[in-house]
């Protein structure tokens, strides 16, 4: 049985712009169940308060917010939350947003800082991949990894959706992806770049006798046919940054393989933005490809991307860095 979406009505003077954003939301396959609910109840307000004009002032949030007595504050900073995506959207479609979110806006996110790796990093990483040495066996993981590696750096995947690929995802002669059903259900096809599409394309003719033929078959598969466990790839990726010069600081701080998405999501961003595309535009893009469930988790990346890159606010849309939120709860 397919749940059907919840209908909201908005008769504020915010009503087009919340309606063009829940839209958006749901064209690309998002949830609109909570946003449509803190937008109603921000609506009912503006409505019952007389809100004639359509500025998103500091005085109307600030007020809004302090309408709610009492409230936990998970629940105050998911509305912020909601706020700020919808601010972003409204400021896109040349509506007046004067609001400026508060420094200090937390929510129950992961404590974990992401590692962004640096070019050089990156460089060296792949070094000590390509010279790890020849297993013992039947075993291909010394060519697997360097390859699964540049996988996970050049397209965001979780390590689970890089190892579930098989050789019907891998289309080598257009250039695409297809994860099918990753993480909360989704699907999604993605473009790669050429050079990628190049070391695919030699990794597979060089090992096709071990990979085979049927499309069945896993791309990156162990020898007995199977994936590899994604253990496999975080003991490997421990060793590696050993040997690159890259220390880890300890359990639960990395750097993780998982960083490798992490730094993918930076870069993309940085290069949308600096190819002239709308800061919201560009979230909206890297969420869909990412498999992110909601835009909120792509946002995290503003704060990485502007802690990085410090030209990138410079290059954005955006009104100031207190745009950025500090902490949220992100998708991985």
Same mark, same amino acid.
């Given at each position: 049985m397919i749940e059907k979406e919840r209908k909201f009505e908005f008769r504020s003077v915010f009503a087009p712009y919340i309606e063009n954003y829940l839209q958006l939301k749901l064209s690309f396959g998002e949830k609109i169940a909570v946003p449509g609910t803190v937008l109603r109840l921000f609506d009912r307000y503006c409505i019952e308060n007389n809100v004639l004009d359509t500025v998103l002032t500091n005085k109307l949030v600030d007020d809004w917010l302090a309408s709610f007595e009492n409230e936990k504050a998970s629940t105050h900073s998911s509305k912020i939350s909601v706020l700020r995506c919808f601010s972003r959207h409204m400021n896109s479609? %040349?509506?007046?947003?004067?609001?400026?979110? #508060?420094?200090? @806006? +937390?929510?129950? %996110?992961?404590?974990?800082?992401?590692?962004?790796?640096? *070019?050089?990093?990156?460089? #060296?990483?792949?070094?000590?991949?390509?010279? !790890?040495?020849?297993? @013992?066996?039947?075993? &291909?993981?010394?060519?697997?990894?360097?390859? !699964? =590696? $540049?996988?996970? @750096?050049? +397209?965001? =995947?979780?390590v689970s959706e890089a190892l579930k690929l098989k050789l019907k995802h891998v289309d080598l002669k257009n250039g695409t992806l297809t994860i099918e059903n990753a993480k909360f259900g989704k699907s999604r096809l993605l473009p790669i770049s050429e050079s990628l599409r190049s070391v695919l394309n030699?990794?597979?003719?060089?090992?096709?006798? /071990?990979?085979?033929?049927?499309? *069945?078959? /896993?791309?990156?598969?162990?020898?007995?046919?199977?994936? /590899?466990?994604? $253990? +496999?790839? @975080?003991?490997?990726? &421990?060793?590696?940054?050993?040997?690159?010069?890259?220390?880890?600081?300890?359990?639960?701080?990395?750097?993780?393989?998982?960083?490798? &998405?992490? +730094?993918?999501?930076?870069?993309? !961003?940085?290069?949308?933005?600096?190819?002239?595309?709308?800061? /919201?535009?560009?979230l909206t893009a890297i969420m869909v490809y990412l498999g992110h469930s909601r835009i909120g988790s792509t946002e995290y990346y503003l704060r990485l991307t502007a802690n990085v890159f410090p030209d990138f606010l410079q290059k954005s849309d955006l009104v100031c860095g207190t745009a950025i939120p500090e902490e949220v709860k992100i998708d991985e």
């Open positions: 479609l %040349g509506g007046i947003v004067r609001w400026e979110p #508060k420094n200090g @806006y +937390t929510s129950h %996110g992961s404590k974990y800082m992401p590692y962004i790796f640096s *070019d050089n990093e990156i460089q #060296k990483i792949f070094m000590a991949a390509d010279s !790890l040495r020849e297993n @013992y066996g039947r075993t &291909r993981f010394h060519k697997i990894f360097p390859v !699964l =590696l $540049r996988v996970l @750096y050049g +397209t965001g =995947l979780r030699d990794y597979y003719c060089r090992n096709s006798d /071990y990979i085979g033929i049927s499309e *069945d078959n /896993y791309f990156f598969p162990n020898p007995f046919g199977e994936r /590899y466990s994604q $253990r +496999t790839v @975080y003991d490997k990726f &421990r060793e590696v940054l050993w040997k690159s010069g890259i220390p880890h600081r300890g359990k639960g701080k990395g750097p993780r393989v998982h960083d490798l &998405r992490h +730094t993918f999501a930076v870069r993309a !961003l940085r290069q949308l933005v600096q190819s002239g595309k709308d800061t /919201y535009v560009a």
